[in-house]
């Protein structure tokens, strides 16, 4: 969601915070601002649109401080604009907010009672007023950020400046994430260890109802009712480089080519010629996995797809049930747990609002236990749930998910395995099923080299304003996720559906202005779609077909068709994904549109 980076240092914090905010820009915004405090007093710049717009204007007329807040906004409450954008200001505060503030409108009243007079549509601004309204009572800032932090309803992470105190900035969380990174002479604050990465790597995360407080000489933690809170200091291992675009065009191309490497990641010291190694969800893991009568997964998006796919794989291989549900819908229904029911909440970010909230609710509904998927190790998600898988897809900086998604199937592969050999797989099939898994890794790089085709697919796309995306078993998640890659960042509407139900209702969509995907593994599913894609053709309909090289089609249109090799069924929709995130990709740079941040969306949705 939006991006907030903050500091105190001995030398001008301006170009820390713009540099800090670029490092930001993958997450989706539409404003962006500053706010520097030097001797004389805060000054800010803000502007609608990209960091390089509001960066113009600071450059045009500088103010140098040691101490300063910065945010990307995407917007909530009022339209994006200039008076919208953030740092939001009251009286001798500064106050930059992810989150949603859901009482804002008994504050603004209360405060407004009091003469305070308003300037923004924004809930943050309420935040801004009420903090300064505490220190003309005679709090100090933290003081005064703790007792609004007790007022407070919603979600939010926060980082305030205050005229009063012109050495230290204070910040709160509760929902969103917020972290201390730790410099010498200089400290600071971010949404994530991404926004700090080029001035430290020694960072500490901060939990739910913290509040810190950093000036150049020292970074402390305090719970909500004022108490010191010992956080422990981590050792970021990302890299500069490991978020810079390189040769690539875009992030979003950089991490498709990524994928081999990072399902390698994942796979890494977690199978072997013997099978998935004990223990790998953590050291009760197996335990609990044993217990498990069933799971029900939850999540959103792209990590939803990929719960589709680990629904049938376990289902087949455990032979135990399965749910799989989006996460804001399960917050809000009367759920049916059955005994021993594992909860499985899957998220990139271990951020997302809607799946950390799920994560929360289940612990009252009687779940057997929890397990996080996750890409993040220090996220909220994974620091509440009992078990956890890390999918190690190093930093996501595209909006639209790609390497997040292989990864997340890769550990839903593993788990998948785990829980068949834990129930009775057949151990032959088992042993074979493990080397087809760590075989993943070269089988998407054979896919990888299906790209210049691809281009000359996506130049056939680029002017059709519809498409739609066939899928059997298993690769009907693999369509919903192709089609959701299209939309994302081509804004080509796109629709999935398993192939069957073409002649349920979307067959009469087809005709020749209607590009048709379709995904043809070579499974025992084949002959099937086969009629389907029959269905197609005899309406005239433009049929694409993403083929297996061992996969016999009726009335192959070369031209439309791309052969891979898939290196069996069980890993096929992962292979399978591979051409349509390209597919997607190429549609999207013919189109010139944003590619890494699409209109409307942002990477990690901290808010409901």
Same mark, same amino acid.
């Given at each position: 969601?939006?991006?907030? @980076?903050?500091?105190?240092?001995? !030398?001008?914090?301006?170009?820390?915070?713009?540099?800090?905010?670029?490092?930001?820009?993958?997450?989706?915004?539409?404003?962006?601002? %500053?706010?520097?405090?030097?001797?004389?007093?805060?000054?800010?710049?803000?502007? =609608?649109?990209?960091?390089?717009?509001?960066?113009?204007?600071?450059?045009? *007329?500088?103010?140098?401080?040691?101490?300063?807040?910065?945010?990307? $906004?995407?917007?909530?409450?009022?339209?994006?604009?200039?008076i919208?954008?953030?740092?939001?200001?009251?009286?001798?505060?500064?106050?930059?907010?992810?989150?949603?503030?859901?009482?804002?409108?008994?504050?603004?009243?209360?405060?407004?009672?009091?003469?305070?007079?308003?300037t923004?549509?924004? *809930?943050?601004? @309420?935040?801004?007023?009420?903090?300064?309204?505490?220190?003309?009572?005679?709090?100090?800032?933290?003081?005064?950020?703790?007792?609004?932090?007790r007022?407070?309803?919603?979600?939010?992470?926060?980082?305030?400046i205050?005229?009063?105190?012109?050495?230290?900035?204070?910040?709160?969380?509760?929902?969103?994430?917020?972290?201390?990174?730790?410099?010498?002479? #200089?400290?600071?604050?971010?949404?994530?260890?991404?926004?700090?990465? =080029?001035?430290?790597? $020694?960072?500490?995360? %901060?939990?739910?109802?913290?509040?810190?407080?950093?000036?150049?000489?020292?970074?402390t933690?305090?719970?909500?009712?004022?108490?010191?809170?010992?956080?422990?200091?981590?050792?970021?291992?990302?890299?500069?480089?490991?978020?810079?675009? /390189?040769?690539?065009?875009?992030?979003?191309? =950089?991490?498709?080519?990524?994928?081999?490497?990072?399902?390698?990641?994942?796979?890494?010291?977690?199978? /072997?010629?013997?099978?998935?190694?004990?223990?790998?969800f953590?050291?009760?893991?197996?335990?609990?996995?044993?217990?498990?009568?069933?799971?029900?997964?939850?999540?959103?998006?792209?990590s939803?797809?990929?719960?589709?796919?680990?629904?049938?794989?376990?289902?087949?291989?455990?032979?135990?049930?399965?749910?799989?549900?989006?996460?804001?819908?399960?917050?809000?229904?009367?759920?049916?747990?059955?005994?021993?029911?594992?909860?499985?909440?899957?998220?990139?970010?271990?951020?997302?609002?809607?799946?950390?909230?799920?994560?929360? #609710?289940?612990?009252?509904?009687?779940?057997?236990? +929890?397990?996080?998927?996750?890409?993040?190790?220090?996220? +909220?998600?994974?620091?509440?749930?009992?078990?956890?898988?890390?999918?190690?897809?190093?930093?996501?900086?595209?909006?639209?998910?790609?390497?997040?998604?292989?990864?997340?199937?890769?550990?839903?592969?593993?788990?998948?395995?785990? %829980?068949?050999?834990?129930?009775?797989? *057949?151990?032959?099939?088992?042993?074979? %099923?493990?080397?087809?898994?760590?075989?993943?890794?070269?089988?998407?790089? +054979?896919?990888?080299?299906?790209?210049?085709?691809?281009?000359?697919?996506?130049? !056939?796309?680029?002017?059709?304003?519809?498409?739609?995306?066939?899928? !059997?078993?298993?690769?009907?998640?693999?369509?919903?996720?192709?089609?959701?890659?299209?939309?994302?960042?081509?804004?080509?509407?796109?629709?999935?559906y398993?192939?069957?139900?073409? =002649?349920? /209702?979307?067959l009469?969509?087809?005709?020749?202005?209607?590009?048709?995907?379709a995904?043809?593994?070579?499974?025992?599913?084949?002959?099937?779609?086969?009629?389907?894609?029959?269905?197609? $053709?005899?309406?005239?309909?433009?049929?694409?077909?993403?083929?297996?090289?061992?996969?016999?089609?009726?009335?192959?249109?070369?031209?439309?068709?791309?052969?891979?090799?898939?290196?069996?069924?069980?890993?096929?929709p992962?292979?399978?994904?591979?051409?349509?995130?390209?597919?997607?990709?190429h549609?999207?740079?013919?189109?010139?549109?944003?590619?890494?941040?699409?209109?409307?969306?942002a990477?990690?949705?901290?808010?409901?």
């Open positions: 969601m939006c991006g907030i @980076v903050a500091a105190v240092a001995q !030398r001008d914090v301006a170009p820390i915070l713009i540099e800090g905010l670029k490092a930001l820009e993958y997450r989706g915004y539409d404003s962006a601002g %500053l706010a520097v405090l030097g001797a004389n007093g805060i000054r800010r710049v803000r502007a =609608k649109g990209k960091v390089r717009e509001m960066e113009s204007l600071y450059l045009a *007329d500088p103010f140098p401080g040691g101490t300063g807040i910065a945010h990307t $906004r995407w917007a909530t409450h009022g339209v994006p604009s200039e919208n954008a953030h740092p939001q200001a009251a009286g001798r505060v500064a106050v930059v907010h992810n989150g949603i503030i859901e009482n804002h409108v008994t504050l603004r009243s209360e405060l407004q009672a009091r003469g305070r007079v308003f923004s549509e924004t *809930d943050t601004e @309420v935040i801004a007023h009420l903090i300064d309204d505490l220190i003309g009572q005679g709090h100090g800032l933290r003081e005064a950020v703790l007792a609004a932090a007022r407070l309803e919603g979600a939010y992470a926060i980082a305030v205050s005229q009063s105190e012109p050495d230290r900035v204070v910040g709160a969380r509760r929902g969103a994430p917020l972290v201390i990174g730790l410099g010498i002479g #200089e400290n600071f604050l971010g949404s994530d260890v991404q926004a700090l990465i =080029k001035v430290t790597n $020694r960072v500490i995360y %901060l939990e739910e109802d913290d509040i810190a407080e950093i000036s150049r000489e020292a970074a933690t305090y719970t909500l009712d004022g108490r010191p809170a010992h956080r422990a200091i981590h050792q970021s291992e990302l890299t500069a480089d490991a978020v810079e675009r /390189g040769e690539y065009r875009h992030y979003m191309q =950089k991490e498709i080519f990524e994928q081999p490497r990072a399902v390698a990641d994942t796979l890494e010291g977690r199978i /072997g010629a013997n099978g998935v190694l004990p223990n790998i953590g050291s009760d893991g197996d335990r609990l996995l044993e217990r498990a009568c069933g799971l029900h997964i939850v999540a959103c998006g792209t939803y797809h990929a719960g589709l796919v680990a629904k049938i794989w376990i289902e087949q291989l455990a032979r135990l049930p399965v749910s799989v549900e989006v996460a804001s819908e399960y917050r809000y229904r009367d759920v049916v747990v059955p005994a021993a029911t594992l909860f499985v909440a899957v998220s990139q970010s271990g951020e997302t609002a809607d799946t950390l909230a799920a994560l929360r #609710e289940s612990r009252r509904r009687g779940y057997l236990g +929890s397990l996080a998927l996750c890409n993040v190790p220090e996220s +909220s998600l994974v620091r509440e749930a009992d078990l956890k898988l890390m999918t190690r897809a190093g930093p996501e900086i595209g909006v639209a998910s790609t390497k997040a998604f292989t990864t997340q199937l890769t550990a839903f592969a593993l788990l998948a395995l785990q %829980l068949g050999h834990m129930h009775g797989l *057949d151990g032959e099939r088992y042993r074979a %099923l493990c080397a087809e898994l760590m075989h993943l890794p070269r089988a998407i790089e +054979s896919a990888l080299a299906l790209e210049p085709a691809i281009e000359t697919m996506a130049a !056939r796309l680029v002017h059709r304003q519809h498409a739609l995306f066939l899928g !059997r078993g298993t690769q009907y998640a693999v369509a919903m996720e192709g089609a959701l890659k299209l939309k994302e960042i081509s804004y080509i509407h796109a629709e999935a398993p192939a069957a139900e073409l =002649k349920h /209702g979307p009469a969509l087809v005709d020749e202005n209607m590009p048709v995907i995904v043809a593994p070579n499974n025992e599913l084949l002959d099937k779609l086969q009629s389907n894609l029959q269905e197609v $053709r005899a309406r005239g309909g433009e049929l694409y077909v993403i083929a297996d090289r061992g996969a016999t089609l009726e009335h192959e249109d070369a031209a439309r068709t791309l052969r891979l090799d898939a290196g069996g069924s069980f890993i096929a992962a292979v399978f994904t591979v051409p349509l995130q390209l597919l997607a990709y549609v999207a740079v013919l189109r010139g549109t944003d590619v890494d941040q699409p209109r409307n969306l990477k990690s949705v901290t808010v409901e």
